[in-house]
């Protein structure tokens, strides 16, 4: 008995140690082959088809990924369909039968993955027609963004029949595609005829552009599509229409402040009844806040305060303004003021110092640069030195300092530096770093073109605006730090003086811009003067 039981256990653990010899290997290379499309009903570009169901097979298990969303069907139809997956197959199934004579593309995008490992179908497009013949009409262009000129990725791309009611405000395109990561777009098996055409980068997934976040790109007029249609290029914009927002006002003894909701471009100011304005104003650095400063022309009264935003839009307030209270104390003293947006300054460069009120200026040399205790530099007004028509802002450019390069300090001398009203100030010495540089460069070029009004415009890497030329055949700018620049140009194709962006009507498109192909480098101490613009 006890001889039958040692044999039962034996043969149990080589019956267990036989059936794992022969069981497959778990792991493996890992799956990275995407589905492929073995057949289809239809079959791509088949005629007369007459079905309500469309049937796709694969050389594996597949899933749908989002697929009503992701596949693009057209023209857009509104025709309604359930999508079935069974294995290796992915139906559509219509509720009403497809349109006769019409040439139909399925595109569908990143919609059907494997099972394994959610490899996404490439490139899976399906075209076929309910009439004898395959629309052969296509376009193909480019969608970039208007003031970068960078190719846009996922735009739509719509094209709307102009014989057609439908709107990209209201209605889904009736032919629809998607740009790749260069920012190229191309629509195939399209019927010949005039349509509108547009770029669309949305916000909510629906297709028609029904918001001022959206970014949308068009032609002022329609294109013909035949099989020979010449590329298309679609600029992105932002249109705003909405009025600047008059959020706060505060009266101090020396200004009106107004905050707005937004950035302003310009501020005017109107004293009603006035046959002649007097006035200085002033925008803060993010263009939300506007001064309106007392003079000796004018101490308060109605006025009518005229704010002008980025896109033109112009908010009107009439406004009691006095001049009471206190000073105003948005800073104390004195402070730089961001000018070139990094740490430390170079030689050549202008320093701008901003000030807590008005101030006039009643010594010769008001401003020194020490190192430590040590006078490096006394500054001469009005020889070296510039008071601003607000007399709240002080600029001098950083003259030659011997070569030291270690941190300095800038003095203001409060006996020759007073306010117009009110206490004496009391400044702090305001630290400087002077880099290692060497000093400034310049660059200058010639402008081949055939337009006579544009704007010619220098730019940091994040298109942030350093300086600008208009109307000239030639440009030069000086004194600039050592570093990478860009060169764009707002041409103005109408000859009204200034650069049009377009209107949110989708009338009129934005004007003509020009990027220089390649970053600018500026060098310390050398001048590059053989930039040639061509647009």
Not at 366 to 377: E, W
Not at 429 to 454: N, Q
């Amino acid at each position: 008995m006890k001889q039958r039981h040692i044999l039962l256990i034996l043969s149990t653990v080589l019956g267990t140690t036989s059936c794992a010899s022969i069981s497959a290997p778990e792991g493996g290379p890992k799956d990275e082959t995407s589905p492929a499309l073995v057949s289809s009903n239809p079959k791509d570009q088949a005629l007369n088809v007459d079905l309500k169901t469309v049937t796709l097979t694969f050389d594996e298990e597949v899933q749908q990924n989002n697929l009503t969303r992701e596949l693009l069907i057209t023209p857009n139809i509104p025709n309604k369909y359930k999508v079935k997956t069974e294995k290796n197959q992915i139906s559509l199934e219509f509720e009403k039968p497809l349109q006769e004579n019409t040439t139909y593309t399925l595109n569908f995008r990143e919609g059907i993955t494997d099972i394994t490992e959610k490899n996404k179908a490439k490139d899976l497009k399906l075209s076929f027609s309910t009439g004898s013949y395959i629309d052969s009409s296509k376009v193909s262009g480019s969608v970039v963004n208007l003031r970068t000129q960078k190719p846009v990725e996922k735009a739509i791309v719509a094209l709307y029949p102009t014989d057609d009611t439908l709107s990209i405000r209201k209605n889904k395109p009736y032919y629809q595609t998607d740009t790749d990561a260069s920012g190229n777009f191309a629509l195939a098996n399209v019927r010949e005829g005039e349509y509108r055409i547009y770029a669309l980068v949305e916000k909510n997934n629906n297709s028609y552009y029904d918001s001022e976040e959206e970014k949308i790109g068009f032609l002022p007029g329609p294109v013909k599509i035949t099989p020979k249609t010449e590329p298309v290029k679609l600029q992105l914009t932002k249109f705003d229409t909405k009025k600047p927002i008059l959020l706060k006002r505060e009266n101090y003894t020396d200004r009106f402040v107004a905050t707005y909701n937004e950035g302003i471009r310009k501020i005017n100011v109107k004293v009603l009844g006035a046959s002649k304005d007097s006035l200085n104003t002033k925008l803060g650095a993010d263009g939300k806040l506007a001064e309106v400063f007392k003079t000796g022309n004018f101490n308060g009264g109605k006025t009518i305060l005229t704010a002008v935003d980025s896109a033109g839009n112009i908010a009107a307030d009439t406004i009691e303004i006095k001049f009471e209270g206190k000073r105003a104390q948005r800073i104390k003293g004195a402070a730089l003021k961001v000018v070139n947006n990094t740490k430390g300054y170079t030689t050549g460069e202008p320093i701008r110092i901003e000030l807590e009120t008005p101030v006039q200026i009643t010594g010769k040399e008001p401003i020194s640069i020490m190192a430590d205790s040590t006078v490096l530099k006394k500054l001469k007004y009005p020889e070296d030195i510039t008071l601003d028509p607000t007399r709240t802002e002080l600029t001098f450019i950083i003259p030659q300092l011997n070569g030291r390069s270690r941190p300095l300090t800038i003095v203001l001398d409060s006996t020759m530096i007073k306010p117009v009203e009110g206490g004496a100030i009391s400044f702090k010495g305001i630290p400087m770093t002077l880099e290692e540089t060497g000093g400034t460069g310049s660059l200058a070029g010639k402008i081949d073109s055939r337009y006579s009004s544009f704007t010619v415009q220098l730019l940091t890497p994040e298109y942030k605006i350093v300086s600008e030329v208009k109307d000239k055949k030639t440009f030069q700018f000086k004194k600039l730090r050592p570093g990478s620049y860009l060169i764009r140009v707002l041409v103005d194709e109408n000859n009204n003086k200034k650069w049009d962006a377009g209107t949110a009507d989708l009338l009129n498109a934005p004007e003509k811009v020009y990027i220089y192909p390649k970053p600018i480098e500026v060098r310390a101490n050398w001048d590059l003067e053989d930039i040639k613009l061509e647009f």
